[in-house]
């Protein structure tokens, strides 16, 4: 029981920790970039930045999901397992 506690604990600071998250690009030299090329390079650069960056996010929140998941199941099972010693607790102490 004590376990899966810590366990649980462990898997939803996992989930909670800031971890590198993918980012758009942000210097100066795509900045400048962004300026000197036409309109279609432009909507270009930008649409496969932002293509690139939501696949990796989606990887990033997945992972962070999996956590919280195994977290709410480990919080679930020491629930039933302190239920469990209760209810064997009562009984061994009705039954002196």
Known sequence: MI???????GHALL????????????SKEVSDYLLQVDDDARE??????????VKE??????????NLEHSYNELVLSAW?????NIILAIMEFSK
Do not use: M
């Not at 996010?57 to 999996?66: F, H, M, P, T, V």
């Open 3 to 9: 376990i899966c506690i810590a366990c649980s604990w």
């Open 15 to 26: 989930a909670l920790k800031i971890s590198d998250s993918p980012v758009l690009p942000r």
């Open 44 to 53: 270009q650069y930008i649409t496969n930045c932002f293509i690139h960056t």
């Open 57 to 66: 996010l989606s990887g990033a929140i997945e992972d962070k999901s999996k």
């Open 81 to 85: 397992f302190f239920l469990f010693f």
